[in-house]
C-alpha cells in the first residue's frame, strides 16, 4: 500500500504545539513531532475504540505489555518479562523519575551532551549534582568521549543518562561502543538510564539499534530503558510510553511516585501503540525511506552553504547544524528572521548550533533550506 508522505496537510489551528507557536509565514522546523498523519491503521483502531462511546478507567493492557516483549525479542533477541514494563504518561516523566528515585539528594550524575534539555532539567529540578561530558566527533559521529567521562566519576556517582539514537547528534550507537559504555558503568557501579525513544528511526540500513540492557543479564540490571513509539508513529499528542527495569529494587524505586503525580497513560494511547505494532510495519519503513530522502536533501544543501556545516544524521529526523562559520550571534534568531524556526543550540548546551526538524514534506522542506540558504549568505560589503 502507498502513502502520502507529500501531502501539504494544515496543521495551523489544531493546537499544535509546533505549529501554533509562530504565527505568520514561519515554517516551523523545531519541536520533534512529524508533519505526517498517523498510519492509517492506528487512526481506525482509535476510531473504533471511539466509537464504543464509552471512556472508562483502563487497566494496563497485558495483550500490549505481550506486544511489546515480542517486539523486544523479534527486533533485538532481547528477551524482557512483561511485569519489568511501567507504563508512563511520557518518557520526560521517565527522566525526572530517573533523577529523583535512582539518585539520593547529594548523589551525582553523568550527562553527555549535547542533549534533548530535558535531561538536565530533570537533573536541575530534581535537584541532584550532575557533570556534563562533551561528545567528541570521530570519523563524522558524534560518539563518548570515554576518558573524560572516567575522570568525570566522583565518590558520589550513581547515575549514567544515555540517548541512543542521540537527540540532537543522530549517532546511533555501536554494539562495541555501547559495550564500552556499559563496562565503564559496571565499574563504577552506575545505574543506567537510557532513553531510546528514537529506536525505531534508523535512516541508515545495516546500522542497527542495540538496546544497552540487551548487551548482558548483568547490564540488564543496572538499567532502566526509556521507550515510546510515540514519535516513530507521530502520535506524541496521543500516544504512551514505557519504562523497562529488570531489578525489582530498582523497579519499585522507579514507581515511588506511580498513581501519585504519575498517571497512567490515555486510554488512547494504548491503543494507538498496539495497532502501531501490529499492523504499522509497512507504514514505518515507508516513513524511513522518506525521511532518508528528506536526511539526504538537508545533508547536500547545508553542504552547500558557506558557513554551515553537519554530520551525517544516522537516526533521527534532528539534523544538528553548526553555524559557526557564520559568525552570527545568533544563529536561530537569523533564521527566524528569514522564516524558519529551528530550535535554538543553546537549549542543547551549544549556541552556535541549530536543530532542523526535517520530518516534514519535501515540498516544505525545499522552500525551508531556500530560505535558509538566503539567510545564510555574506552581506555585500557595501
Ligand atoms: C530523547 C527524547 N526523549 C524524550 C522526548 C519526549 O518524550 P515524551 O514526549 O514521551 O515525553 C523527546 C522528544 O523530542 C526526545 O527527543
Known amino acids: 500500500m502507498g502513502f502520502d508522505f507529500d ?12 505549529w501554533d507557536k509562530y504565527p505568520g509565514d514561519v515554517i516551523p522546523l523545531w519541536v520533534a513531532d ?7 491503521v492506528v487512526l481506525q483502531a482509535m476510531r473504533e475504540r471511539l466509537e464504543h462511546g464509552v471512556l472508562g478507567y483502563t487497566v494496563q493492557p497485558a495483550v500490549l505489555r505481550e506486544a511489546i516483549c515480542e517486539r523486544m525479542l523479534r527486533l533485538y533477541g532481547w528477551r524482557i518479562e512483561p511485569a519489568w514494563i511501567v507504563f508512563l504518561p511520557g518518557v520526560v516523566p521517565g527522566l525526572h523519575l530517573a533523577a529523583r528515585h535512582l539518585l539520593r539528594p547529594g548523589e551525582h550524575a553523568l550527562l553527555p551532551v549535547p542533549l534533548y534539555h530535558h535531561f538536565r532539567l530533570a537533573l536541575e529540578r530534581a535537584p541532584r549534582p550532575f557533570t556534563e561530558v562533551p561528545l567528541v566527533l570521530q570519523g563524522g559521529r558524534w560518539v563518548f568521549d570515554e576518558e573524560r567521562l572516567a575522570a568525570s566519576v566522583r565518590p558520589q556517582t550513581r547515575l549514567l543518562f544515555l540517548c541512543n539514537p542521540q537527540n540532537p547528534g543522530g549517532t546511533i550507537f555501536t554494539r562495541a561502543e555501547l559495550e564500552r559504555i556499559a563496562a565503564f558503568a559496571a565499574r563504577h557501579g552506575l545505574a543506567i538510564c ?3 525513544i528514537h529506536c525505531d528511526l534508523l535512516l541508515d540500513r545495516g546500522k542497527p539499534h542495540v538496546p544497552i540492557a ?3 543479564p548483568e547490564i540488564s540490571r543496572r538499567t532502566v530503558t526509556l ?17 523497562v527495569v529488570e531489578d525489582p529494587q530498582l523497579r519499585r524505586a ?4 506511580d498513581h501519585a503525580t504519575i498517571h497512567d497513560p490515555s486510554l488512547f494511547g494504548y491503543v494507538a501503540v498496539l495497532a502501531a505494532y501490529r499492523s504499522g510495519a509497512d507504514w514505518l519503513e ?13 545533508e547536500r544543501e547545508i553542504a552547500s552553504m558557506p558557513g554551515l556545516s553537519m554530520v551525517h544524521t544516522e537516526a533521527t529526523y534532528l539534523a544538528w547544524i553548526d553555524c559557526a562559520g557564520l559568525g ?5 534568531q537569523l533564521f527566524l528572521q528569514a522564516g524558519v524556526a529551528l530550535s535554538p543550540g543553546s537549549q542543547f548546551g551549544a549556541p552556535q548550533l541549530v536543530r532542523l526538524n526535517f520530518g516534514t514534506q519535501r515540498a516544505r522542506l525545499a522552500d525551508a533550506l531556500q530560505r535558509i540558504r538566503t539567510a545564510s549568505r555574506p552581506s555585500p560589503r557595501g
Do not use: H, I
Open 7 to 18: 501531502d501539504l496537510n494544515d496543521r495551523r489551528g489544531t493546537w499544535s504545539a509546533r
Open 227 to 243: 521507550a515510546s513509539p510515540n514519535k516513530a508513529f507521530n502520535f506524541p499528542g496521543a500516544g504512551c510510553a514505557w519504562a
Open 328 to 332: 552570527a550571534k545568533d544563529p536561530q
Open 286 to 298: 515507508a516513513q524511513l525511506d522518506y525521511l532518508a530522502g528528506n536526511r539526504d536533501l538537508v
Open 194 to 196: 537510557s532513553d531510546e
Open 34 to 40: 512529524t508533519d505526517f498523519r498517523a498510519p492509517p
Open 254 to 257: 522507579f514507581m515511588a511516585d
Open 214 to 216: 540487551s548487551l548482558s
